[in-house]
């Protein structure tokens, strides 16, 4: 039982790249996140998903797009990455029900130059 | 909309008590949480109290809430070195789906 697992762990990229984030969770879980986490402001949602084939938009969705067309993966895409998107990214994912416990992958490092 | 704010950092000595505070605004939350994230990793679940408890003791870790003042703590007696870390407080939102906001996080150093 693997968990949550990210790939890639690290990653650089210039302005203007794309690139897409996988995260995988082999605990059957209908709910999955994207988060960020940035120095001194927490865990900021990005998109969330209820559902395969749903997706919404958390707190901070500019500048990212995500898909869930399997339960089991979520996956975050930015089409036009900006040196603001430096930040390390978390993949978390839960039941749907009480006390609804996050389970957090070990995060991807990107760096946007 | 829903805030949780915890100070950043706190320093204790190997042996003594750690209180870390949060405060959070969602009077509705019915979940509050404690997450702990060592370095490099994934944040975990470390505890959590459900609303309508005052207090939640898990061997070392007690957990007082108190809705009043919308104020949660965390206490770890006989704090070890193996607890530096962050700790994340949280709260579980009656939004439409199962929404946790997570404050800015307490860097929790231990020193020997």
């Known amino acids: 039982n693997a968990g949550v697992t990210q790939t890639p762990k690290f990653r650089v990229l210039k302005t203007g790249q794309s690139m897409t984030l996988l995260c995988a969770q082999d605990?059957?879980?209908?709910?999955m996140y994207w988060y960020r986490q940035d120095p001194g402001m927490g865990l900021r949602l990005i998109h969330y998903s209820v559902g395969e084939g749903t997706t919404a938009k958390g707190e901070v969705p500019d500048g990212y797009n995500v898909s869930r067309l399997k339960k089991q993966n979520f996956l975050l895409g930015l089409e036009s990455a900006a040196p603001s998107q430096t930040s390390v990214y978390f993949c978390a994912s839960s039941y749907i029900v009480s006390p609804y416990e996050q389970y957090f992958g070990p995060g991807t490092r990107l760096t946007v130059t | 909309g829903e805030d949780v704010e915890q100070s950043l950092f706190l320093s204790v000595r190997e042996g003594d008590s750690s209180v870390i505070n949060c405060t959070y605004t969602d009077s509705s939350s019915t979940y509050l949480y404690w997450y702990k994230q060592e370095p490099g990793a994934g944040l975990q679940l470390l505890t959590y109290i459900f609303s309508n408890m005052d207090m939640k003791q898990d061997q070392r870790l007690t957990v007082l809430l108190n809705k009043k003042d919308k104020h949660l703590s965390l206490r770890i007696a006989d704090t070890q070195t193996g607890d530096s870390a962050i700790y994340f407080c949280?709260?579980?939102?009656?939004?439409?789906?199962?929404?946790?906001?997570f404050g800015t996080g307490t860097k929790l150093q231990v020193i020997p």
């Open positions: 605990m059957n879980h209908e709910y």
């Open positions: 949280a709260e579980n939102s009656s939004g439409g789906y199962q929404k946790v906001t």
